[in-house]
């Protein structure tokens, strides 16, 4: 970055945060301009050099010690932001936003949603960069599953059936998001722990008929203006409804009996069902979460320690092999931001990449981190593992096509869940579907 740049970047810096503390200005500036950094997180060519419109991200971490607490770790200047952006309440989950600006702090058992602006912004030839901030909240009962399906999100609330307050879906983009609403929202005819799948103008979101227990169907709405109309409901039913993805012309749901395959064709839905004991699971297993990108034609299905490739074309699947006959059990799983590699973590520590193309291992990684309850997120260019190291105060980076371990980020607490916010462009064109977004609820109460 050479110096003309870099005051032209300090000076709108201070202009746009004249009111904020000298102390936050002077590492925002310090940010804005690594200098002396040696970290690889930045771009592949020479950090230094960068193009003006490169910006390795930042790291949304919540302490584990204190879940209201979330700190931001910049990546280009290597370094923790001052202070901390204080939550209502402990966050349940932490998600990206579909254009990667915003992360939004679910706050599960208090029917709320903050959402924190990553303070990174794509204008014009430059990135300009702001201290990360609260951009307003999102309320609604119990928000739980967040889909991300290219530029859309969905935002799923459970309801309350015992204080017959049914279950909601908002439609939010990043741009919504900027005025903490939703493009559009849909309340529903019951109370269940359901998931929606955004498609554009067509939205997927489950129905529960029984008192009680998962949804059992899948119905098509359609968007008219800020609010949804019905159309259809999806044959076959997919009894106990758990774990939802998209790619461009499908969407799969997970089954007791099954996967449930919807194609879309312009406006026309069918659909067909792969059964368990096609998949070749015993009684009691079943695949009951996703990972999925919009652009891949093949979703991963999780059964326990079980993973599949389904190939929705073909309306089939395929065990995928990832342990190498080692007996360990997959601990966490995640797309990267292209979905051109599959991430894995078992609980032996060790880090697994394939890639999507063939499914091949691309790398292994023994000993990447301490066993344990590890959060993981994939993100950034070049794409990075990003692993929470509580014990150790710090962050295990992996350098994802290398496969190769970096040097770990030091932090000054211990570090529980994690989320990435890059730059934010209207015109940005790339967006990822990690299903970090459809973790495993199986030891909630699912009669909310």
Known sequence: MNMENTMQRMMKNLKQNAALPLSLLAALTMAGCNETGTSSLGSSEDEHDHAENDHPGRLVIAADDDGTQLYMYDLEAGALLPGTLSLDHDASALYTSPGKRFVLAVQRDDNQVQIVDGGLYLHDDHVDEVIPSFAGTLTGPAPTHFRVHGEQAALFYDGDAANAVMAQVELLTDESLETASSVASQTLASAHHGVAEPRGDVLLATFRTAASGLPETVDVYHQHGDHYHKE??????????????????????????????????????????????????????????????????????????????????????????????????????????????????????????????????HAHVEDAIAPGNTQMVVA?????????????????????????????????????ALAWAGLGSDHEEEHSDEDEHDHDDDGHDHDH
């Open 380 to 416: 950034g260019e070049p794409a990075h593992v990003f692993l929470s190291d509580t014990g150790n105060n710090s962050i295990v980076v992996v350098h994802l096509e290398e496969g190769s371990l970096e040097s770990p980020l030091s932090l000054t607490f211990p570090p529980a």
């Open 232 to 361: 259809d409901t999806i044959v076959p039913t997919c009894q106990d409804l758990h774990g939802a993805g998209s790619n461009e012309d499908y969407s799969v749901f997970g089954c007791s009996d099954g996967i449930l395959i919807v194609h879309q064709d312009g406006e026309d839905f069918t659909a067909e069902k792969i059964t368990n004991a096609t998949l070749g699971l015993a009684a009691g297993e079943r695949i009951g979460s996703f990972d999925s990108h919009h652009e891949l034609s093949h979703f991963v299905g999780y059964a326990g320690d079980s993973i599949y490739i389904i190939h929705p074309e073909d309306g089939d699947a395929e065990a995928l092999d990832w342990t190498e006959g080692a007996a360990v059990s997959l601990e966490s799983h995640r797309l990267d931001p292209h979905g051109e590699h599959l991430v894995l973590l078992d609980d032996a520590g060790d880090l697994r990449i394939f890639d999507t193309a063939d499914w091949s291992e």
